[in-house]
Structures are given as structure tokens and as C-alpha cells.
T-cell receptor, first 114, second 115 residues
Framework: DQQVKQNSPSLSVQEGRISILNCDYT??????FLWYKKYPAEGPTFLIS?????DKNEDGRFTVFLNKSAKHLSLHIVPSQPGDSAVYFC?????????????FGQGTELSVKP | DARVTQTPRHKVTEMGQEVTMRCQPI?????VFWYRQTMMQGLELLAY????????DSGMPKDRFSAEMPDATLATLKIQPSEPRDSAVYFC?????????????FGPGTRLTVT
């Protein structure tokens, strides 16, 4: 039972265009969502997060949108750069989980072509 | 520049041998997580600690895996005996669990190959 799903294993985008990465979740108890970026041979690095009390959070070129009714979140990267090429994981957690446990999706590999 | 460190970075061992992986969390972080990444399962949580006490190790095969935090600066993950299906990248992460903080910071991982 996968509670966090990233249905697109890969995405290819031209440099300068928008990249949109999608994530769906099933557990309505989740109230905090995060995106991580992972380069080969490195650990995932925290990118951006959003609380369920918001529907949008922006940090530079990165914006995360949350649609609670659809149990869907997305990460927008504008403009995309070749250095953004990496695997992106979405993750979710909830206040019910006092330990701060994160549930990760399977990841989407983004390729930004010059 | 505070980082999570992990040793060794790579480990090749034969089936049946004991493997110990070590992690130094970021100073001041009160929560430590162990994850395993495989092609099939993605990032799966094995165990985690808060203030050095184990909170959840339900993701670990209990018969062969054990996780401990001897002190606040060291977390260990042991596999005994190791099996080829344990081959994966093992990540340690740490965080400062607060009411509205869920961010975790990952180490570079230990790539384990069991032959």
C-alpha cells in the first residue's frame, strides 16, 4: 500500500521551460509535505516544503502547490536549468506521527536539456 | 557547514559476514533515521530514534538487522548475517523534531554490496 505516489518515473524538459513534477497521496492524515532532490552518489537534499494550511509555497525558482481535496501536490521549477537534472522525491508526514516519520514517493528523474 | 556523515561510503562483503554502518548526525539534532534505497522499493524507512531512544524499527528485518545509538553523536546499523538481497544504498538522516518541523537532512549514504 503505497501512500505517496509519483506516477511519472521520468520527465524531460528543455532548458528555460517549466518543469512540473507531480505527487499524489492517499492518507488524509498527512499535513506536511516536502520535496527532496537527489543527485547520483549523494544523499537526498531538502528542497522545499508546504504545510496543509497553505496551498502554495514559493522559494526562488521553486514553487510547490497543494490541492488537499484532490490529495495532490506538484513542484514547479521555472525556469528549468541543466543543473536541476536529478531525481526528485516527494514526501509526506503528519502531526499524528510524533516521530516526524516521512513517507517517500518512488521519485521522478528530471532531465533538463540545454 | 553542518552535515550528516556516514562511514564507510562503500562496502563489499560476502554473504554471511557482519556489516556495520555508522552515522554521525548533525550536532543538536534530536531525531535520527535509517533508510534503504533499492531500485524496487525506492526509499524505505528502516528505523528511527528520537533523543537516542528507538521510536520505530518496524521497517527492519529483526532477525538480522539491529540499530543503536550509543551516544548522541553516533548511530549504527548492523546486519548479521548479511545476504545478497541486502545490497542497497543505506542512508542516515537527522532532524530537529519540533511542532512544525519535519525536515530531515541526509548523509551521502553507504553503498553495500553483498556477494
Amino acid at each position: 500500500d503505497q501512500q505517496v505516489k509519483q506516477n511519472s518515473p521520468s520527465l524531460s524538459v528543455q532548458e528555460g521551460r517549466i518543469s512540473i513534477l507531480n505527487c499524489d497521496y492517499t492518507n488524509s492524515m498527512f499535513d506536511y509535505f516536502l520535496w527532496y532532490k537527489k543527485y547520483p552518489a549523494e544523499g537526498p537534499t531538502f528542497l522545499i516544503s508546504i504545510s496543509s494550511i497553505k496551498d502554495k509555497n514559493e522559494d526562488g525558482r521553486f514553487t510547490v502547490f497543494l490541492n488537499k481535496s484532490a490529495k495532490h501536490l506538484s513542484l514547479h521549477i521555472v525556469p528549468s536549468q541543466p543543473g536541476d537534472s536529478a531525481v526528485y522525491f516527494c514526501a509526506a508526514s503528519g502531526l499524528y506521527n510524533q516521530g516526524g516519520k516521512l513517507i517517500f514517493g518512488q521519485g521522478t528523474e528530471l532531465s533538463v536539456k540545454p | 557547514d553542518a552535515r550528516v556523515t556516514q562511514t564507510p561510503r562503500h562496502k563489499v562483503t560476502e554473504m554471511g559476514q557482519e556489516v556495520t554502518m555508522r552515522c554521525q548526525p548533525i550536532l543538536g539534532h534530536n531525531t535520527v533515521f535509517w533508510y534503504r534505497q533499492t531500485m524496487m522499493q525506492g526509499l524505505e524507512l528502516l528505523a528511527y530514534f528520537r533523543n537516542r531512544a528507538p521510536l520505530d524499527d518496524s521497517g527492519m528485518p529483526k532477525d538480522r538487522f539491529s540499530a543503536e545509538m550509543p551516544d548522541a553523536t553516533l548511530a549504527t546499523l548492523k546486519i548479521q548475517p548479511s545476504e545478497p538481497r541486502d545490497s542497497a544504498v543505506y542512508f542516515c538522516a537527522s532532524g530537529m523534531r519540533a511542532v512544525d518541523s519535519y525536515e530531515q537532512y541526509f548523509g551521502p549514504g553507504t553503498r553495500l554490496t553483498v556477494t
